[in-house]
């Protein structure tokens, strides 16, 4: 990826943690996953009071895209933004990384930023190796 389509997915991930819903952890996260054609799909955590009816931000893209009938992804960026407005490196959850390996290939990256000059890349297979797939 370069480094332009880097910025442009963290800058998206980081104004969709604006859309967050979250009074119980006081925690925002944004996502912005990209596919294969360049198609741009954005989400936030949605927090619940009973918790597990909580859904992150990644997989809030993802179902987005899937919803769409996108099947191609090349990258997600992730950013928190915690109670003090303070900028995070929002790692997806262990869930969050089983959804992503069900659809994405080993090597589809994940950016995890606090913004467009500070960030982390892994692949999901960084993250989730020896996945359970099919």
């Keep these: 990826m370069e480094r332009s389509e880097i910025e442009n997915l963290i800058d998206a991930a980081i104004e ?21 054609d360049g198609t741009l799909f954005t989400g936030c955590n949605i927090e619940n009071a009973t918790y597990g009816a909580t859904n992150c931000a990644e997989r809030t893209a993802i179902f987005k895209a899937i919803s ?12 928190g933004i915690g109670s003090q407005g303070e900028a995070d490196y929002a790692f997806p959850c262990g869930i969050c990384r089983q959804v992503l390996a069900e659809f994405c290939e080993p090597d589809f990256i994940v950016i995890c930023a606090k913004n467009k000059k500070d960030y982390k890349r892994y692949t999901i297979g960084e993250l989730l190796p020896e996945t359970f797939s099919l």
Excluded: M, R, W
Aim: hydrophobic letters at 35%; zero cysteines; proline letters at 3%.
């Design 68 to 79: 769409e009938g996108e099947k191609q992804f090349k990258a997600i960026a992730v950013n």
């Design 16 to 36: 969709a943690t604006h859309n967050s819903y979250s009074p119980y952890s006081n925690y925002s996260v944004g996502a912005a996953l990209l596919t294969i």
